[in-house]
């Protein structure tokens, strides 16, 4: 079983920044790919950002140049950078890990940007 800990969503006024951390933690013998998916009112779930374990990177068409992913190998966790925050970028912000056991979603931390 995996165990994911969301941190650090909350209200924030337009281009504003946060930055929103998961670590993963349990029983399991690999990470192939750490990442960030936004669900916002009445819409699906969708792709922010993911990172493999070798550090390669893939982004929302919309979101490249405002939000960097990062992540740790060693600690096994994964942050998102939230530059130049926009009213349409609120939502629930779930991080998702890839296993060998299988993917896990995290609990969402709510992102709200408003004035």
């Known amino acids: 079983q995996v165990q994911l800990a969301e941190s650090g969503g909350g209200l924030v006024q337009p281009g504003g920044s946060l930055r929103l951390s998961c670590a993963a933690s349990?029983?399991?013998?690999?990470?192939?790919?750490m990442g960030w998916y936004r669900q916002s009112q009445d819409k699906q779930r969708d792709l922010v950002a993911e990172?493999?374990?070798?550090?390669?990177?893939n982004y929302a068409d919309s979101l490249k140049g405002r939000f960097t992913v990062s992540r740790d190998t060693v600690r096994n966790t994964v942050d998102l950078q939230m530059n130049s925050l926009k009213p349409e970028d609120t939502g629930v912000y779930y991080c998702?890990?890839?296993?060998?056991?299988?993917?896990?979603w995290g609990q969402g931390t709510q992102v709200t940007v408003s004035s």
């Open positions: 998702l890990v890839q296993t060998t056991r299988g993917n896990y």
């Open positions: 990172i493999t374990s070798s550090g390669r990177t």
């Open positions: 349990g029983s399991y013998f690999s990470i192939y790919v």
